[in-house]
């Protein structure tokens, strides 16, 4: 079975501060990689994703994520916080058996001015 | 903007009533989903079409019931539903069955 693991359910940064967020994953086939953001009231936006080639991922508004197969983990980070990044993140993953996605728990960031 | 539209964006109704949810995508997708969400919680899975098939049920109350009229459409029809069914209810795509997900700004259904 698959599952996904985001540490940390809240996190708090500063603006302007690096902001990370973590993702393991548990899967025993190659995992398709993806993390989205949730602004109040509205769906879940693609920030980025992995499914094959280069391991680090870049996305949208200057999110990065690099996958490392050792570590079984897909770390979201950018580089200085905005104050527009306040939201709820969630890591998910797919595997190749047919529109199954499975996704953590949600890790929600707040930025401190 | 979403390329995956979902009306209403707000739904309340009464235990008794019966009521669609309703979503359209025009990316050319073959797979389409429903997910409920409770607040700070991720989506859950409800149902999968794939080609205009269901292909998973994750064993939803049989008052929740989908339909695909197309490849473009997706229906979730409710009727006598509970309190507890109030959620955030969100509509996606996938062009490949390993995704990604593309999803709409979603229902957010209350039940009185």
């Known amino acids: 079975a698959q599952s996904v693991t985001q540490l940390g359910s809240h996190v708090s940064v500063s603006e302007g501060a690096l902001v990370l967020l973590r993702c393991n994953y548990s899967s025993s086939v190659p995992p398709y990689l993806f993390w989205y953001v949730q602004y109040p009231n509205q769906g879940l936006q693609l920030l980025l994703k992995y499914t094959t080639g280069a391991t680090l991922v870049k996305g949208i508004n200057g999110f990065e994520a690099e996958f490392k197969k050792s570590e079984t983990s897909f770390h979201l980070t950018k580089p200085s916080a905005h104050m527009s990044d306040a939201a709820e993140y969630f890591c998910a993953v797919s595997i190749d058996t047919g529109n199954q996605f499975y996704f953590g728990t949600g890790t929600s960031l707040t930025v401190i001015p | 903007d979403t390329e995956v539209t979902q009306t209403p964006k707000h739904l309340v109704m009464g235990m008794t009533n019966k009521k669609s949810l309703k979503c359209e995508q025009h990316?050319?997708?073959?797979?389409m989903y429903w997910y409920k969400q409770k607040a700070k919680k991720p989506p859950e899975l409800m149902f999968v079409?794939?080609?205009?098939?269901?292909?998973i049920n994750e064993s939803v109350p049989s008052r929740f019931s989908p339909e695909c009229p197309n490849s473009s459409l997706l229906n979730l029809h409710l009727h006598a539903l509970q309190p507890e069914d109030s959620a955030l209810y969100l509509c996606?795509?996938?062009?490949?069955?390993?995704?990604?997900?593309?999803f709409g700004n979603g229902t957010r259904l209350t039940v009185t």
């Open positions: 990316m050319g997708h073959r797979a």
């Open positions: 079409y794939s080609y205009e098939k269901l292909s």
């Open positions: 996606a795509s996938s062009q490949t069955s390993t995704g990604p997900l593309h």
